[in-house]
């Protein structure tokens, strides 16, 4: 079993800043490309940062320059800095990724498969 949890969502007011981390845990042979989607009340999920496993990003033109996203491959752990928070951010951040797991029963890898954390919320006060 492969899980994603998600830590480090909470209230801030305008201008203030968050840590977002996902750690990956399970029977996990190799992670691919690691992102974070948002959801807000009444709209849809929207990519907000993703990074391969080899470091590339990309982002939301929302969030360009305030926002980084970073992963720690020993860790199977990826985050996302949150800087000069509107109110706008508020939504649930979800952890997505693409992850290889190792079936020991098989002996054999299996995947990718696409995997979502629990959510976390994250409030942006005026």
């Known amino acids: 079993q492969v899980q994603l949890v998600e830590s480090g969502g909470g209230l801030v007011q305008a201008g203030g800043s968050l840590r977002l981390s996902c750690a990956v845990s399970?029977?996990?042979?190799?992670?691919?490309?690691m992102g974070w989607y948002r959801q807000a009340p009444g709209k849809q999920r929207e990519l907000v940062a993703a990074?391969?496993?080899?470091?590339?990003?990309n982002y939301a033109d929302s969030v360009k320059g305030r926002f980084t996203i970073s992963r720690d491959n020993a860790k199977n752990t990826v985050y996302l800095q949150m800087n000069s928070l509107k109110p706008e951010d508020t939504a649930v951040y979800y952890c997505n990724a693409d992850i290889n797991s190792f079936n020991p029963g098989s002996w054999s890898v299996e995947g990718p498969l696409n995997y979502w954390g629990q959510g976390t919320q994250v409030t942006v006060s005026s």
């Open positions: 399970g029977s996990i042979f190799s992670i691919n490309a």
């Open positions: 990074i391969t496993s080899g470091g590339s990003t």
